[in-house]
């Protein structure tokens, strides 16, 4: 399925965006622009919808009104066929790894091909264990279960079943979360290098300041149901906003700014 939008236009457009669960409002006229070939960061205090805004981008959930354009497609009564064409554009990587546990990882990471591919199982198992050794997960990782794996295993493992179809946007859903520093530390690299390899725009859903400091470009802050501000994390720490300063002035806030700045 061709890209309808022109090379420079934006991979997703979300204007007055309103969700409700309820009488609770999440949303409410939200708006959001991610350009092509950014590493884009939403952030957020727990209940600001970031989570919410995620589903609704990889249509597991609907918002009540406004418009969300993904790859130039409208989401709105988007069709089975239309929906599983651009789901093929994108992959995801879910917080909890969302890996099949009676598959071995090998297998977990070749299951988009298989369905989606016209390949031999000779093919697909190549390619999954090329995407295996781009996460820096050893060949003999490939033969193991999901409860086998560590978190930072788990999460590479993830990442790679993401990558199986080449995508060209990628949404990482907390990639850091449970980690210990150094598992998390190697997640930020591995994510630095997919943004090197060109072409790729990552969107993600995190609380994590040093991946915030280090890799995203722009970062868009979440509260009261809109975005109170898009810019970089220097630009953001500027402003004297509440919702912002709790990125800011906290211990673990100071400390990602030291390290950002020493690097």
Known sequence: MPDPTPADAPVITISQLST????????????LEVRRGEIFA???GSGSGKSTLLREMILLQRP????????????????DDAALALRLRWGVMFQHGGLFGALTVLENIGLPLRE????DDAAVDAVAAEKLALTGLEPEVGAQ????LSGGMLKRASLARALALDPELLFLDE?????????????????RKLRNRGGLTIVMITHDLDLLWQLADRVAVL???????????AELAQIEQPAFRKFFDGPRGRAAQERARSQ
């Open 42 to 44: 939403v952030i957020g």
């Open 175 to 191: 990639p850091t979360a449970g980690l210990d520093p150094e598992s998390a530390g190697e997640v930020d690299q591995l994510v």
């Open 20 to 31: 409700r669960f309820g009488d609770h409002v999440v949303h409410a006229d939200l708006d």
């Open 116 to 119: 989606h591919r016209d390949l």
């Open 64 to 79: 009540n009104a406004g418009s969300i354009r993904v790859l130039g497609v409208d989401l709105k009564d988007i069709s």
């Open 223 to 233: 509260a009261e149901g809109k975005v109170q501000g898009v810019g970089s994390m």
């Open 145 to 148: 279960y999901p409860s086998e």
